[in-house]
């Protein structure tokens, strides 16, 4: 059982924490024995039953929750290795979970693998306890398990399963870092485009009605848009805010989420990117699935909810249903052309020879270093493109308050 305490450690600094122990009183005995003191105990699941009156201290802690549970996916990947590690030894499974637990630190995710090896305890498998965490471990990652427990290879499926755990979390953090110079870019020149919009052309602005002069149209529309940002500025966070909740609100409707996942593989630029992406899940998922002797019809559903898009998902469908009528692979993905035809003569290949799982896995590794390079192919696009359009943008801001500055000028001499 888990339990929520508030405690004072030696060095008198308070502090909160979770704690596994079978009793309250047993909890209390393992925090006395790490020299902390206990100001007060009580179980995770009470915690979730008592009333929550909103205070600071519980918006806090839920605010952290929430953090805590989106970075626990990224300890999958370690959990695997060390799991994996710990079976080839010769460790049994729960001993081998207990031992992880005490070197997790990531408190949401050590809480859901407290409660796996409860699970197990009581007598349940383990794929089934990892299925009632499906928000951290995928449709996937328990169907593999399960697989290795029926075939009695756990260790060296979890091995697999580590390894690809890893190199997903290694690609999201790689296209995240491409991506991160070209956001804060276009971040910093909208603050100073906002800047010049809001400080500097009003300032000028004055000028011009002091002269009573016909301005440049340019000119015009620049001082209504300083206008606009000066007076309506509180504006400008409510229209963003309202933009994200109508479009996750709309991102979240069956049409919605197809015209979304259409536009994805048509955006210029970026959808040479997404469209890599979508062949590598399919492809190297496929390939790992049935490698590990998962039915390939089942390898075909499970992997149809990996790849994340609308239309790549019917099309995976329909190409089981003609695989399951006693269409080959290769023939059932090419009529419902989703994959590049050189994926597909390869996947027709590797049939012939009767290894079409080895070449799927292949196929999966030449489109990680496909992808690693599109990458930094776009990243070298996006960013002069940027620089250029708001460079355009400000010299727009510039040139249209000099204009009649230099009109001015003009009539003096």
Known sequence: ???????????????????????????????????????????????????????????RDYILAIINRASAKKQVGLFSRQLGTLLK?????????????????????????????????????????????REIFSEMY????????????????????????????????????????????????????????????????????????????????????SDFF?????LIPILIILSFYLFSRYAATADGRRKIDELKMKIPILSRLYNKVLVYRFTLNLGVLVSNKVDLLKSFEIVKKIVDNVIVEEKIEKAAKSIQEGVSISQALKKNDFLPRLVIGMIAA???????????????????????????SITGIIEPLIIVVMGFL?????????????????IIN
Do not use: C
């Open 1 to 59: 059982m888990v339990f929520y305490y508030k405690g004072i450690s030696a060095a008198g600094k308070e502090f909160t924490d979770t704690i596994d122990a079978p009793t309250e009183g047993a909890a209390i005995q393992k925090i006395r024995k790490a020299g902390n003191f206990v100001v007060f105990i009580r179980s995770t699941d009470s915690a979730i039953k008592e009333s929550s009156s909103l205070s600071i201290d519980k918006i």
């Open 350 to 376: 590797g049939e012939a020879s009767d290894k079409v799982d080895q070449m799927l896995l292949n196929i999966g590794k030449v489109y990680e270093n496909e992808i690693d390079m599109t990458v930094t």
């Open 89 to 133: 030894a010769g460790m049994p499974l729960v001993t081998a979970i207990n031992d992880i637990i005490e070197q997790i630190d990531n408190r949401a995710f050590k809480n859901i693998i407290i409660d796996i090896r409860e699970k197990i305890e009581e007598g349940i498998s383990f794929s089934n306890a990892l299925a009632r965490h």
């Open 142 to 225: 328990i169907s593999m398990i399960r697989v290795g427990e029926s075939l009695g290879s756990l260790d060296d499926v979890i091995e697999r399963l580590s390894e690809m755990e890893e190199k997903k979390v290694f690609l999201k953090n790689r296209i995240r870092a491409a991506l991160w110079y070209p956001s804060f870019m276009i971040a910093f020149s909208s603050i100073i485009v906002i800047f010049l919009m809001v400080n500097i052309i009003p300032t000028i602005t004055g000028i011009f009605v002091d002269q009573n002069r016909a301005l440049p149209i340019p000119t015009k529309i620049v001082i209504a848009m």
């Open 394 to 410: 400000i010299g727009v801001i510039v040139l249209s308050v000099m204009m009649p500055i230099m009109e001015m000028n003009l």
């Open 230 to 234: 000066t007076t309506f500025w509180i």
